[in-house]
């Protein structure tokens, strides 16, 4: 027997067998990066979808605070409550309101005739106009600009502007389109928000409130302070209402422009999430390649909602179906149109 035949065939074997193990083992180790790159991948998709979830329910929440009539009412209500504010409603009432019902002149102003009655309203209108405008009393009409506002319903849409943003700048360069659409409709329900703040504690709004809640209220009771800031709140509200929600007195003419590119993105926003959360882990990773992929213009070069959706189409063209993408192109026409109309007044 050949001992040193048998060593070189022992030899052999030995390191057959070393290389069979290394590439078993290299094959668990290209198997085992397989399975966590797909876990991590899966993971990634599950932590999207959830954003895409969280974000629209939180956009769907602030665009039903923003345009509701608690949202004006409740910030109306704050400045009234205001001291300086509480001080002149108080101080308006006891000399523009209460000479109106005195009981003890009731029986006068029953018999006084039309005329006469239409000339003192008219007059103690005047006197008012000129109160509110600081001339008429030493104290003056406060200015409602500075009054802080911070209500419950406030407070909430900044927490879901925030919430919106936290979950989506995070995509910001994987799903630029994506991205890109949830964080140009926070913005602008945000923008709207602020606007209708500034509105609630518009000086000018609140004497308009006042002197026409005199001109309707002249000829009728109001019993108390507390009354008369009912009226003038609500009176703010319904004009919020005409201006930014529908005109009541003319319902005819529809909605305004405002309303209609509030109602427009949050639509647009359901369109774009239902594409994104319809499609599987593969399409999903697949459409991100395609976004980071478009040459988009930056954020910070555009200056209107528009804009930012057009520049956003540029990835969704990936994902969108073709009636998807008409849809979306007849609510971005739909709101230019409604910005036009709204620049002619």
Known sequence: MNW?????????VGVLITAVGVGVAAVSLYVGLQRVHTNQQREYITTLRKAIFSSRSATTKLFSTVVSIDFI???????????TMN??????????????????DAKDKQEQKEE??????????????????????????????????????FKASE???DRTGGEMERYRFEYPSLSRVFLSVNSTLQGYAGSFRDYARDKGVWTAAILKVHEDAANQTI??????????????VFEWVKQYISDPDHPEHGTRADYTILVN???IVRIVTSSYLSKSDKDLLNVAIGEKQEDFKPPEETDSIEQDLDEAYKGLRHILTDLEGQDYHDLVRQIKEAKARKELG
């Open 73 to 83: 009412y409740e910030m109306a209500a704050e400045v009234a409550n205001a001291k």
């Open 265 to 267: 993105i949050s639509q």
């Open 116 to 153: 006469d009655k239409q000339e003192q309203k008219e007059d103690m209108l005047a006197t008012l106009k000129t109160y509110l405008q600081n001339t008429y009393l030493p104290n003056e009409f406060p200015e409602t600009s500075f009054v802080p506002v911070q209500t419950p319903l």
């Open 159 to 161: 927490a879901l502007v």
């Open 87 to 104: 001080a002149a409603i108080r101080e308006i009432y006891s000399y523009f309101f209460v000479p109106l019902i005195s009981s003890d």
């Open 223 to 236: 019993n108390s302070v507390e009354e008369l800031e009912g009226r003038i709140i609500t009176r703010i």
């Open 4 to 12: 040193d035949n048998l060593s070189q065939i022992a030899s052999t």
